[in-house]
């Protein structure tokens, strides 16, 4: 990896599975206490759910970040110090995160956590890594409107994801799309992304009666009266629709979409949390030609990225992790691990594992990822990235179809959230 200073600014969780992670778990925290508290090892916290609704996203998470450990200790360590992390597993209860946190904070004293996936788990942490004086590295795309001195926000906000989505859709070379049904899962990011989504369309003259929004629980299985509505809906033509599903929940519904004769060529769906990973765990064949929007995809033909897909394929198949080297990667696993370098740069750049110091040195730091080049804002804790779109692909890969020719500077303020 190449890094240098600037001077500005998937339901896949089956009992094999579940018995994979908690040998993996084991493997990874065998360390004595002396070891830990030795002064050749530093501590960080993974933060990530391995069991529950959201195992199906997180889990690699754990798993790309232990790779990259093992890379980094293999290389000499951070400050010659050996990376040890500390591993727990809030199985998807939001509640849980911020014990976690806690514990992680107060009792481990590790130097950073990395972790949490959805917007709700992040604001239950959020309070506890101020008061605490912790740093959370944060890797999913989000809703914005938001900014904590104690995270670094490495996913996207919705202006280098969400709003470059909808300008494709409604282009000529998008499908010039006039209709639009937002379905989403009924938590945060959902209803504020949507919001963000519904007045950027009616800024750009999309009538109120052409949007539909919706919303179904956490774990919701039946999608058939749902699809049927945008059925209804979409039956006029040019209508997409624009999905924050997340977890195991988007299964179930991709496959009543086809069930009930939808396609991505009669209504397109583009979704904001669905990736390669969740895609191992569903059938491809009826998704092939739906839309996905993020900032990085395993398909990206760069030698830094063909590098790290080959890395993460050999670290699953040597560690006996589910999937072994049929393992992918995609956009949260990238910034995860992106995010581990980054606060590895910043260590070393401060000569440092405080945290103040850590994020002064963040500010202005450029890092050739596995997505390309990224740079850390001067002050807002969020990277300048490319936005991208991809075409679902029968193999579970995506075809990228359009991106920005260059980086977009992260706003989490937007000003179509009220």
């Given amino acids: 990896m190449k890094l240098k200073f600037l001077t500005w600014s998937y339901v896949a969780v089956a009992a094999t599975f579940m018995l994979s992670l908690v040998a993996c778990n084991n493997s990874k925290n065998t360390d004595s206490a002396d070891t830990q508290a030795s002064e050749d090892v530093v501590q960080i916290g993974i933060l990530h759910s391995l069991s529950g609704t959201m195992a199906i996203s997180e889990v690699s998470l754990r798993d790309v970040l232990l790779m990259g450990i093992d890379e980094i200790n293999a290389g000499g360590g951070v400050l010659g110090k050996r990376i040890v992390p500390k591993i727990v597993d809030p199985a998807s209860d939001w509640d849980l995160f911020a014990e976690k946190a806690k514990e992680l904070l107060t009792k481990d004293k590790v130097s950073a956590v990395f972790g949490c996936w959805t917007s709700v788990s992040r604001k239950s942490v959020l309070p506890v890594f101020e008061e605490y004086k912790g740093l959370l590295f944060y890797p999913v795309q989000y809703e914005g409107q938001e900014q904590s001195p104690n995270i670094i926000y490495t996913g996207a906000t919705p202006n280098q994801q969400l709003i470059p989505a909808a300008q494709y859709l409604m282009s000529e070379a998008g499908g010039s799309y006039k209709k639009f049904y937002l379905l989403g899962t009924d938590y945060v990011f959902p209803r504020t992304a949507n919001t963000i989504l519904k007045n950027f369309l009616l800024a750009q003259g999309v009538p109120a009666g052409n949007i539909v929004e919706e919303y179904t629980p956490f774990q919701h299985q039946d999608y058939q009266t749902i699809v049927s509505k945008i059925k209804r809906f979409a039956a006029s033509g040019n209508t997409a629709v624009l999905s924050t599903i997340n977890g195991d929940s988007n299964v179930p519904f991709y496959k009543e979409f086809a069930n009930q004769g939808l ?156």
């Fill in 263 to 418: 396609s991505a060529s009669t209504c397109p769906i583009m979704a904001f949390s669905v990736a390669e990973d969740e895609l191992r765990a569903m059938d491809t064949e009826f998704l092939a030609g739906h839309l996905a929007a993020w900032n990085y995809f395993q398909s990206i033909q760069t030698p830094e990225n063909i590098q790290f897909v080959d890395n993460f394929k050999n670290y699953c198949k040597t560690n006996n992790l589910p999937g072994g080297s049929a393992r992918v990667t995609d956009d949260p696993i990238n910034w995860a691990y992106t995010g581990l370098y980054l606060w590895k740069a910043a260590v070393e750049k401060a000569g440092s594992f405080e945290v103040e110091a850590v994020i002064a040195a963040l500010s202005d730091l450029e890092f050739e990822s596995p997505a390309g080049l990224v740079k850390m804002h001067h002050d807002n804790h969020h990277l300048a990235k490319e936005a991208i779109i991809g075409k679902i692909r029968t193999d579970g890969q995506f075809d990228i179809i359009w991106g920005t020719e260059e980086l977009v500077v992260a706003e989490p303020f937007s000003e179509f959230a009220k």
